[in-house]
């Protein structure tokens, strides 16, 4: 599978790849992630972490915490909604999952595993299943639900 990463160590410090300060006129977005591309992946929260994914940020280290994480809660919730940790990390790119078929299949797992699927991460969760030919899906009124067991 994957091989266990110092949580102690930054984005930053694992990329060994620095990032210049950004801009005094920089968004608060350009400037969080940087901020948060300097501090220990294990210290990171929820909210962190999915801000970090969808920006397509340390994806090879946080991918792997992520899914840790969204076994033990497939819903953990940053500071948007239930389960945007999830949709962040099903709506990266399928060349993403590519690289990573083994965390691609615990995703796959998890959400054929929910018994309900808020709205907020219906489409997200069929286009995921869709893309990695996730077994048992079936589209219904929108919704996904998983066929058989």
């Known amino acids: ?19 210049p300060a950004p801009p005094a006129d920089a968004t608060r977005l350009v400037a969080a992630v940087h901020a948060l591309r300097c501090q220990p992946i294990g210290e990171l929260t929820v909210e962190a972490m999915r801000l970090l994914i969808r920006q397509d940020v340390g994806l090879r ?7 840790e994480l969204l076994q033990e809660n497939p819903l953990a919730e940053g500071d948007l909604y239930p389960g945007d940790l999830l949709s962040a990390a099903l709506s ?3 060349a993403v999952w590519n690289k990573s ?3 691609r299949q615990v995703l796959c797992v998890i ?3 929910l018994v309900v699927v808020p709205p907020t991460l219906q489409e997200v969760i069929k ?20 066929v058989g067991s």
């Open 111 to 113: 959400v054929s595993e």
């Open 127 to 146: 286009q995921f299943r869709t893309a990695s030919r996730c077994p048992g899906t079936a589209v219904a009124g929108g919704g996904v639900r998983s």
């Open 1 to 19: 599978m994957t091989r266990p990463v110092n949580r102690g160590r930054s984005i930053e410090e694992l990329e060994r790849e620095r990032s």
């Open 92 to 94: 990266r790119d399928p």
């Open 101 to 103: 078929p083994e965390l």
């Open 61 to 67: 280290y946080l991918l792997p915490m992520a899914v």
